[in-house]
């Protein structure tokens, strides 16, 4: 079989696992979608970097451990996957249908235009924006933009603050918005949690985050005078034009859940792929599904982390004694050093949705339902803050293809000290939460 051939197979069983997430029947996610995921990205082991490789192998060694000592320990990990799955490629599908809208442009020029202060605070805030519908595809949008930056204008305290600025923009997304990946899987795991609790506390968390990040950035030079930006005209129709696209995916979202008792991520991946369809019926032009064979990598590191850690935590309960029980000190305790653990995980390339998932897993079994919302913060503070301020999270690697900045001091040597202060306050909050609803 040629390439050519392959890499149709591989878009096919893709879109094959998206079908299968969107059904969201656990025989479809043992026999159809974890199977054809799976399939689609060992054919695509030649163009894997190396970490995703290491994830797909430890999959694979798992999955061929649990079939030997309890076929029964992967269906959570087996169903998580497929979900996930179809969430990714529901989300491509939509940043593909949104960015090709003329809006998008315009936005983009309204980001870049201004004061230091006020294209800083636009570009963190419009970066979150944009996350909403488009996931990484603002990461790529804006990060093009700041390349084209630096080729046409040289290297800047600008365009290093507006690297500072999506990296933290991106970040407080999955903390806040209630279409990021890590909301998600939250809310899905853990049990007894709707997500206007969650966003409540949330919110404010990443708009205090994002604020005092004006703190930490370098000075820049005044323009020369007559040479300053000028913002696009009527710019309004297109911030109102994603936010119509938000606001949308948002009520179907939260509509499906309720009226048709959907998985939170199944809920949002339908909604997305309503738009989608809302989209190409509007654009008679251009109605072909994108190719869904260069997303292999995406869909290794975050499925295969969650698979890991959903089925570790299948593993580790099944091996918990029935009597046992957590001290009470413990809930508040492990709310504070789990968005620390996963920044330091995130130091060495661990995934945060590893020991998201882990944790997620295991809050069913060990963590008081009333308190679920202390762990929730804990789990999304700390996957936001490990994916805006550690080096090799993708959109960090991203920032580094696209700007030239190296990942390293783009997040360790630009944003430790932020990093280290939001951790201090959103653990704190975390634990505080966890100690007041405890029973």
Do not use: K
Not at 43 to 53: E, H, S, T, V
Not at 133 to 162: H, K, M, Q
Not at 275 to 297: F, H, K, Q, T, Y
């Amino acid at each position: 079989m040629n390439a050519r051939r392959i890499d149709n197979l591989r878009s096919a069983l893709v879109y094959l696992t998206l079908v299968a997430g969107v059904l969201g029947l656990p025989r479809l996610a043992w026999f159809v979608g974890a199977p054809a995921l799976i399939l689609a990205i060992v054919l695509a082991w030649p163009g894997l970097n190396r970490i995703p490789r290491v994830i797909v192998s430890a999959v694979l060694v798992a999955i061929v451990g649990a079939l030997l000592v309890e076929p029964g320990l992967l269906s959570a990990g087996l169903m998580t996957i497929t979900r996930l799955a179809a969430l990714v490629v529901a989300v491509m599908l939509l940043s593909h249908a949104l960015g090709r809208s003329r809006h998008l442009s315009i936005i983009s020029e309204h980001l870049f235009a201004g004061r230091a202060l006020t294209r800083y605070l636009s570009i963190t805030f419009g970066t979150l924006f944009l996350a909403m519908p488009l996931n990484f595809g603002s990461v790529s949008v804006v990060s093009t933009l700041i390349g084209r930056e630096i080729y046409n204008y040289g290297d800047s305290g600008g365009a290093r603050n507006a690297a500072r600025a999506v990296l933290r923009g991106f970040g407080s997304a999955s903390v806040c918005s209630p279409l990021s990946i890590a909301v998600v899987l939250t809310l899905t795991l853990v049990p007894g949690l709707h997500g206007w609790q969650l966003l409540s506390l949330t919110f404010p968390l990443a708009a205090g985050y994002l604020i005092t990040g004006t703190l930490f950035r370098e000075p820049e030079n005044a323009p020369v005078p007559g040479q300053a930006r000028q913002r696009p005209p009527h710019v309004v129709p297109s911030w109102l034009f994603f936010a119509a696209c938000i606001g949308l995916i948002c009520v179907c979202t939260f509509a499906s859940r309720a009226l048709f008792g959907l998985a939170y991520a199944q809920a949002v991946t339908c909604s997305c792929l309503l738009v989608v369809a809302i989209g190409l019926l509007a654009s008679p032009g251009e109605r072909r599904l994108p190719r869904m064979d260069n997303i292999s990598n995406e869909l290794a590191i975050i499925c295969g982390s969650a698979f890991l850690g959903a089925t570790l935590s299948a593993f580790v309960a099944a091996g918990l004694d029935t009597d046992f029980d957590l001290p009470d000190w413990a809930f508040p305790a492990i709310a504070f050093g789990l968005p620390w653990v996963l920044f330091a995980g995130g130091l060495i390339g661990m995934n945060p949705l590893i020991l998201v998932t882990l944790a997620g897993g295991l809050s069913s079994r060990l963590w008081p339902e009333a308190a679920g919302l202390g762990l929730a913060i804990a789990m999304v503070s700390g996957w936001g803050l490990t994916i805006a301020g550690t080096p090799y999270s993708a959109n960090a690697l991203l920032v580094q293809r696209l700007t030239g900045y190296d990942n390293w001091q783009a997040t360790i040597g630009w944003s430790l000290a932020l990093s280290l202060l939001a951790l201090a306050v959103a653990s704190s909050l975390a634990a505080t939460t966890t100690l007041v609803l405890m029973p």
